[in-house]
């Protein structure tokens, strides 16, 4: 660790004192084990509800086709209830990174969680006026909106704190415990998501989906709601409480100097991932059944959607150990070239997977396509969001990167029905998304290992220590930046150790 962060510092741009005092092992704090351990889980947890919430709507999309049939999709509503999520979670990226960064990390985790099971909640009790299907599809677009600002804010509050609280714990995991309870989260609630519609399927039975996709949605409060006692105990993270400009003016010209073509870059690759890996996650139940034909059961097709999506899990699990091996920026760009060149084969080979006899075979190529998606930016474009810029800035840089990859996620889930639509017949239908998809992985990977920093395990303090390099010999007055109590309780311990 220390032969690292000296290495790091001496190629600092403004290698100064004002560095050098700052480069502090966090990992020296006095805590154990558990107290470095249980923030990281309670600040990363939350992405489970992400991935289950945003996932079983692609399930409830299906149902609603079924009960409503044209009613429904020659609605706008088809559209609308799975992708407007996304909207309202860029909103809640944008707000919750700028009060997780001016106020705090843990006040604006807290109030993100209410939020989130509030409207889960409402949407699953969504009901028209009179009874009216239109009334209805309103109700539950404008419930999965604002629930779409809860979700966001796990990201500017969750997953940087958790950043920031994995510095805590011994150099050389630390990769692995940031993915283990953020993306390795989020897949977790994918697969649940697409666990759960099949058992629910089959205890309701056909005959009564519209029972069963409300008893979808409600499950989704239970995740969300089990971690509130766990973030109300929170405390801020050491780097926070350091780094924080809550106190202080925020130079925004000297940041965007500073971070922003780095930030252009990180959001770009994050653009590009949500744009296809939220698309093939929402439409995947549906893509299945067509391929299985309209007589098959529902539940059948949700059956073989659970074991597309348990790919996901090798995938990011395996990868949340190589991260740490060879780094987050070559994991990522090794991941998603993989990934390419695994969809291209994909949609070459479409013609002859594309039938009911074949099903097994489809399910296993696509899972690998997915798996690799979730091994290189699905475990990693996080990672990078959060560990490329300092802590006094992280909130916003990171849920701003973070906003961009869910517009792509939104854009995505319109642009791949507009491709399947104008499709000149239903092989092409099938094939054109994935050769979309695996053009935009080659240029992922080309953006990553050019353009991407290395990322080593000390990055979080050599970040801070050159971010405040760069505002002190460009006239901003940093002495205001952290907190009292953080300065007295480190202060003391360091004597301490001396």
């Avoid at 290992?449 to 002190?472: C, N, S, V, W």
């Amino acid at each position: 660790m220390e032969t690292q962060v000296v290495a790091e510092r001496s190629s600092a741009p403004f290698g100064s004192d004002v560095a050098s005092e700052r480069v502090e092992d966090l990992s020296a704090t006095r805590k154990g084990r558990w107290e470095r351990l249980w923030p990281v889980i309670a600040c990363g947890a939350g992405l489970f509800s992400d991935g289950y919430l945003n996932g079983v709507i692609g399930s409830v999309n299906t149902m609603l086709k079924a009960i409503y049939k044209t009613q429904y999709t020659r609605s706008s509503a088809q559209q609308n209830v799975a992708s407007i999520t996304f909207a309202g979670t860029v909103v809640g990226m944008l707000l919750f990174g700028y009060t997780s960064d001016h106020y705090s990390r843990k006040w604006s985790l807290f109030i993100s969680t209410i939020i989130i099971i509030v409207f889960a909640a409402l949407g699953t009790g969504s009901y028209g006026a009179g009874g009216s299907a239109g009334g209805l599809f309103a109700a539950l677009t404008a419930c999965r909106f604002f629930l779409g600002i809860g979700i966001g804010g796990e990201y500017p509050a969750g997953s940087v704190g958790c950043a920031e609280s994995t510095a805590e714990l011994k150099s050389g995991t630390r990769n692995r415990w940031f993915i283990l309870f953020t993306n390795v989260q989020i897949d977790l609630g994918f697969l649940v998501a697409a666990l759960v519609p099949m058992i629910v399927v089959l205890i309701t039975t056909e005959d009564h989906l519209r029972v069963a996709w409300r008893i979808c949605l409600g499950l989704g409060v239970i995740p969300p709601l089990s971690l509130l006692w766990l973030r109300l105990k929170l405390t801020e993270p050491e780097a926070y409480k350091r780094e924080t400009m809550a106190n202080t003016s925020t130079p925004w010209l000297l940041c965007l100097k500073f971070y922003g073509k780095r930030l252009a870059v990180v959001s770009t690759i994050w653009f590009i991932y949500d744009f296809s890996a939220y698309s093939f996650g929402i439409y995947s139940s549906a893509i299945i059944a067509n391929l299985l034909g309209p007589d098959t059961k529902l539940w059948v097709s949700f059956g073989w959607n659970v074991l597309i999506t348990f790919f996901y899990m090798p995938g990011c699990l395996a990868g949340s150990f190589v991260s740490d091996w060879i780094g987050p920026r070559k994991t990522l760009a090794y991941g998603v070239l993989a990934q390419g060149i695994v969809g291209f084969i994909m949609a070459g080979c479409y013609p002859y997977l594309n039938k009911p006899s074949a099903v097994g075979g489809f399910v296993v190529v696509y899972g690998v396509f997915l798996a690799l998606g979730e091994l290189g930016p699905g475990n990693n474009i996080g990672l990078i969001a959060s560990k490329t810029s300092a802590t006094s800035i992280r909130g916003q840089y990171y849920g701003i990167a973070a906003a961009v990859g869910k517009i792509g996620a939104f854009v995505g889930g319109y642009v791949f029905l507009i491709i399947q639509a104008n499709a000149p017949n239903p092989t092409r239908s099938g094939q054109d998304p994935f050769f979309v998809s695996s053009a935009l992985c080659i240029l992922s990977a080309a953006l990553a290992m050019f353009l991407l920093p290395h990322i080593g395990q000390g990055t979080i303090e050599t970040k801070d220590a050159k971010f405040r390099a760069y505002l002190t010999a460009n006239g901003y007055d940093t002495s205001r930046m952290g907190t009292a109590s953080e300065s007295v309780e480190n202060i003391v311990y360091k004597e301490e150790k001396l």
